[in-house]
């Protein structure tokens, strides 16, 4: 599969971030891409089987061979 990713330089991440992830699960198919929304926040959430995450997290988790 793929991996896609949005970032923002932002501590809040706004719904509207997420239009281009969106876009390409519809377009590939959600089972073929996983999604991840990167901002400047500290918390993690999901949002439409979107990812949302803090940098640090998701460069951690990736060091970690957590990201698919």
Known sequence: ????????ASSRWDSRFSKGLKRLEEE???RKVACYGLYLGNR???FEKIKVLPVLHFLKALGEERIF
Request: aromatic share 8%; glycine share 14%.
């Open 1 to 8: 599969g793929f991996v896609a990713i949005e970032c923002k």
């Open 44 to 46: 993690e959430a999901t």
């Open 28 to 30: 590939m198919g959600a």
